[in-house]
């Protein structure tokens, strides 16, 4: 088992540092952040004016929200896919990754994890100084506690890997299709909606917004976002995190099994 983890950690490591080294692409996605992160803010500022009573969140809220997800688009982007595992299910590769000493599945997520922290770290520091630099309310606020501030770390990381878990069940459902695209598409699109990636999802009318919290997409970026800015706060704090670590573990487990009961009868579409 400890000889198991150490290969896990392994390819973590190395898909990690490789991700650094793509500084300069890092430093364009920085300069994107900001000019979107702004952009963001200044609709929401025009619709504030208008009646700022008749929102969900306070602005302040609101702008502490955008810039965290801009900081950590990469890391919570339900859309960002390893492109190389699609690449070795249409080549044929597939068949090569089997004889690796660690599990497929362990293997790809390993990896597709890696690749988002690694490039969400390039991004997200810059991003986090000058933000929270900025003048009340348009900067980043502090969060209401010294709690808060540490629900809001777990559940960032359990955000992110329940965002890997949606994107591993993506990979596994590639392997029986001729072409991914589709339910890639169709996965970035839900997932952008219902991950409170176009709106926060308090801006949501009441009842669709419930069915939206309890979907996986909803134990991604919406939860760390909303915990930080104090719009997640009490029971409700403890019931979100709790959600997120029931995804997390029914995403692993069903994957696993897939891709497991995948593994009988696959195709290898390649040469």
Known sequence: MKSYIKKCVSVFRIKFLYGLQYRIAALAGVACQFAWGFME????????????????MEFSQITSYIW??????????????????FDMISSGSLAYELTRPI??????FMK???MRTSQALLRSIPVLIV???LPYPWGLSLPASPLAFIMAVLSMA???LVTTAIVMMVYIISIHTISPY????LIAALGELFTGAVIPLPFFPGGLQRIAELLPFGSGQNVPLRIYSGNIAGGALVQAVGLQLFWLVFLVIAGKLCLKKSMRRVCVQGG
């Open 103 to 108: 599990g497929l599945y362990d293997f790809w």
């Open 158 to 160: 359990l955000a992110i």
């Open 182 to 185: 589709g339910i890639k598409a």
């Open 131 to 133: 933000a929270s630099l």
């Open 68 to 85: 965290l997800q801009q900081a950590f688009f990469r890391a919570l982007a339900v859309w960002f896919f390893d492109q190389d595992v």
């Open 41 to 56: 803010i200044l609709l929401y500022k025009a619709f504030y004016e208008a009646d700022a009573a008749a929102f969900p």
């Open 112 to 114: 597709n994890m890696a």
